[in-house]
């Protein structure tokens, strides 16, 4: 079973930090382009960022840019999503995505193949 596992959500303030990471089993996650996707609840999923298989280029939302760092380790097979600033309109169910056309990063998310279950974000004072 190929699997994607996210990690790193929890309860913050206006303003804060959080890593999210993503991790693979069964596969290798170098051959792969990486998005990052958060659904609100109410609202359509929408693509905040993504990494090519080689590390570039990365993509951003206009929503987080400025805030979030998109990464990726793949002697670790990790992709990490940095997330700076933190608002309340960030709060949502974040899950990583992996696209078999490693080298393009496409924003539907219908055009990805792997999918987490997601690690939910809550940004409230």
């Known amino acids: 079973q190929l699997q994607l596992v996210e990690s790193g959500g929890g309860l913050v303030q206006p303003g804060g930090s959080l890593r999210l990471s993503c991790a693979a089993s069964?596969?290798?996650?170098?051959?792969?382009?990486i998005g990052w996707f958060r659904q609100a609840p109410g609202k359509e999923r929408e693509r905040v960022s993504c990494?090519?298989?080689?590390?570039?280029?990365?993509t951003y939302a206009d929503s987080v840019k400025g805030r979030f760092t998109i990464s990726r380790d793949n002697a670790k097979n990790m992709v990490y999503l940095q997330m700076n600033n933190l608002k309340p309109e960030d709060t949502a169910i974040y899950y990583c995505?992996?696209?078999?056309?490693?080298?393009?990063?496409?924003?539907?998310?219908?055009?990805?193949?792997?999918w987490g279950q997601g690690t939910q974000v809550t940004v409230s004072s």
């Open positions: 995505a992996a696209q078999s056309l490693a080298y393009v990063c496409y924003a539907s998310f219908h055009d990805y193949d792997y």
């Open positions: 069964g596969f290798t996650l170098a051959h792969y382009a």
């Open positions: 990494i090519t298989a080689r590390g570039g280029p990365t």
